[in-house]
């Protein structure tokens, strides 16, 4: 038996990189997977459902900013800033 979820369907993309860490400077490989479900509630901007190719296109977006991001090793990869780190606003007066 098969069954089907029309409603419910994951849309994945893979992207793959490699090249120096921008770290240590070794050879690094790295593997993410871009995924959105496809869902009555997964809307475009001007409201209607997105269809899967409205999906791939936005994880195509989202895969090329990965790439365009430098590589590093999983344990070379710079921790998260989560922090009280916050730049001041600066405003500027003319
Ligand atoms: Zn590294």
């Known amino acids: 038996m098969c ?11 893979r992207g793959e ?3 120096k860490c ?3 400077g070794k050879h690094a490989k790295r593997a ?3 995924w959105q479900t496809q869902n009555p509630y997964n809307k475009n901007s001007d409201g ?3 269809s899967r ?3 791939m296109k936005e ?3 989202e895969r090329d900013e990965w790439l ?9 990869e710079p921790p998260r800033v989560s922090d009280d780190d916050e730049e001041f606003e600066e405003e500027v007066y003319h």
């Open 3 to 13: 069954i089907t979820s029309y409603t419910f369907s994951e849309v994945s993309l």
């Open 17 to 19: 990189k490699s090249g």
């Open 22 to 24: 921008a770290v240590c």
């Open 32 to 34: 993410e997977k871009f």
């Open 48 to 50: 209607s459902v997105k």
């Open 53 to 55: 190719s409205d999906i």
């Open 59 to 61: 994880l195509v977006i």
């Open 68 to 76: 365009k991001k430098p590589l590093y090793h999983q344990k070379c």
